[in-house]
């Protein structure tokens, strides 16, 4: 079974200084990896994601992710954090060998602090 | 190219009434989701369907949901009737196949008094 964390419900970072969210997955296999943002009263949408290659991926918004499969984890940065950045950011694990099946993570709340 | 539609966006009910949803997936997407999102957690996959079937409907409770992908494009899902823990955001997604990213639909946001 599938399973995704998100260490801290919610992060505080001020203008200009690095993001750092935390995703980490148990999988029995390497999964697809993918980062979503969702802004108040709006859906989701995908920052970036892993499938296979290059273990670094560089998203949208200047946002990035490693997949490191050693530590089975696949945390979102980015360099310098804008106003704009505050949202909601969900880690989401897909196993193609278990029905194609999504799992999302609880989320992370980021607020930037001018 | 147009993205996920659903509507309504907002719905207040009273529990034990009736209430559906709508969404239409991206032109191209066989695959479909339906979520629900409850305040401070992550979206919970109800069903999937690819094409007008069902793939995955393990976590819907089909006493009181039920949904249906009538000639494998748009899609409807209904609670019948509503508890006062069926207050949510209802999320729909599509991708183009089961194993790419997955497009979001606004959410309709369920309210049971």
């Known amino acids: 079974a599938q399973s995704v964390t998100q260490l801290g419900s919610h992060v505080s970072v001020s203008e200009g200084a690095l993001v750092l969210l935390r995703c980490n997955y148990s999988s029995s296999v390497p999964p697809y990896l993918f980062w979503y943002v969702q802004y108040p009263n709006q859906g989701l949408q995908l920052l970036l994601k892993y499938t296979t290659g290059a273990t670094l991926v560089k998203g949208i918004n200047g946002f990035e992710a490693e997949f490191k499969k050693s530590e089975t984890s696949f945390h979102l940065t980015k360099p310098s954090a804008h106003m704009s950045d505050a949202a909601e950011y969900f880690c989401a694990v897909l196993n193609r060998r278990d029905g194609n099946q999504f799992y999302f993570g609880t989320g992370t709340s980021l607020t930037v602090i001018p | 190219e147009a993205g996920v539609a659903q509507s309504p966006r907002y719905k207040i009910i009273e529990k034990r009434q009736s209430v559906a949803f709508w969404c239409n997936p991206i032109?191209?997407?066989?695959?479909l989701y339906w979520y629900q999102q409850i305040l401070g957690q992550g979206p919970k996959l109800l069903i999937q369907f690819q094409n007008n079937g069902v793939v995955d409907d393990s976590q819907l409770p089909k006493d009181r949901f039920s949904a249906e992908r009538l000639k494998g494009v748009d899609s409807t899902l209904k609670i019948q009737p509503a508890k006062l823990e069926d207050s949510a955001v209802y999320l729909c997604?599509?991708?183009?196949?089961?194993?790419?990213?997955?497009?979001f639909g606004p959410g309709t946001r369920l309210t049971v008094l």
């Open positions: 997604a599509s991708s183009f196949a089961g194993y790419n990213e997955q497009f």
């Open positions: 032109s191209g997407h066989a695959t």
